[in-house]
């Protein structure tokens, strides 16, 4: 057969193998949406940048499946209460149980007053971590080592005497951080968390701004960064509704064995 009779003929597939490997093909896809869906999310550890999240236990299937629906994480945290007597944490935590989501609340533990007592016990009772965010809200690195340690260490014992737990994760004031601040945050028992996202609510007022930055911020496995603030708490819904609806799922992070940490 010549060669321009080879390149005329024409080139015949057959349609019943081609449909069954599209079955299955849409088959392992549906069995993967189906896998992943009810599922809890997998347990997070801090990455080495300590502002964002990484999973455990993440096996292919699964970070298959969240792909194609576009399911991400975020871990949600609180800087700067307790405030007003706890009634903007209260506020917060309300919001959070109408979303099922959890968060980190950094506490400042000059503020704890008689009150705190009620709050604390609401955050940790209803899945929340509680996070140490120094003494008085300092510049530490600023400080000697012995005011250093007092920020940090006196913080962790005011949140035990309160709480009966003492916190392990901290978090600078101001995201200012340092070898030696740092190091006595480890020296602490708590691992130093920081931020990739910002809903930049520590200068920005209104709910809608609040809103934007937040969403506009956020990417998969983020830890984002508000503050206990009343325009946070108004904001807090449109918030997490817009995250839910963009695929994220609300995460607390584990915390690994010093040793096992990047």
């Avoid at 007003?84 to 979303?99: A, F, K, M, Q, T």
């Avoid at 009150?115 to 530490?140: C, F, K, P, Q």
Wanted: net charge neutral; proline share 6%.
């Amino acid at each position: 057969m010549s060669l321009r009779k080879s390149l005329a003929k024409p080139i015949r597939i057959r349609a019943r193998p081609l449909l069954i490997a599209l079955a299955i093909l849409l088959s392992f896809a549906a069995l993967l949406l189906l896998a992943g869906a009810n599922l809890p999310p997998p347990r997070f550890v801090l990455n080495a940048d300590q502002g964002s999240v990484y999973p455990l236990d993440y096996p292919f299937w699964r970070s298959a499946s969240d792909k194609l629906v576009g399911r991400k994480y975020v871990v949600l945290t609180f800087d700067d209460g307790f405030y007003n007597d706890g009634v903007v944490d209260e506020s917060i935590l309300d919001v959070l149980r109408w979303h099922h989501a959890h968060a980190i609340f950094f506490l400042v533990c000059s503020r704890l007053n008689e009150a705190a007592d009620r709050v604390l016990s609401e955050i940790g009772n209803t899945g929340n971590i509680i996070g140490n965010h120094s003494y008085d809200h300092a510049h530490l690195n600023a400080l000697n080592p012995v005011d250093l340690q007092q920020q940090i260490e006196g913080c962790s014992a005011r949140i035990a005497s309160l709480t009966g737990r003492r916190p392990r994760f901290f978090r600078p004031p101001f995201g200012e951080t340092s070898l030696r601040t740092s190091q006595a945050a480890q020296a602490a028992g708590m691992a130093q968390m920081l931020w990739n996202a910002n809903s930049e609510d520590s200068w920005q007022k209104k709910p809608d701004q609040i809103l934007s930055w937040s969403v506009q911020q956020t990417v998969d496995r983020s830890v984002l960064l508000m503050h206990d603030r009343p325009s946070t708490a108004v904001a807090l819904d449109r918030v997490l509704t817009e995250l839910e609806q963009r695929g994220f799922r609300f995460v607390i992070p584990v915390e690994l064995p010093a040793a096992d940490r990047q």
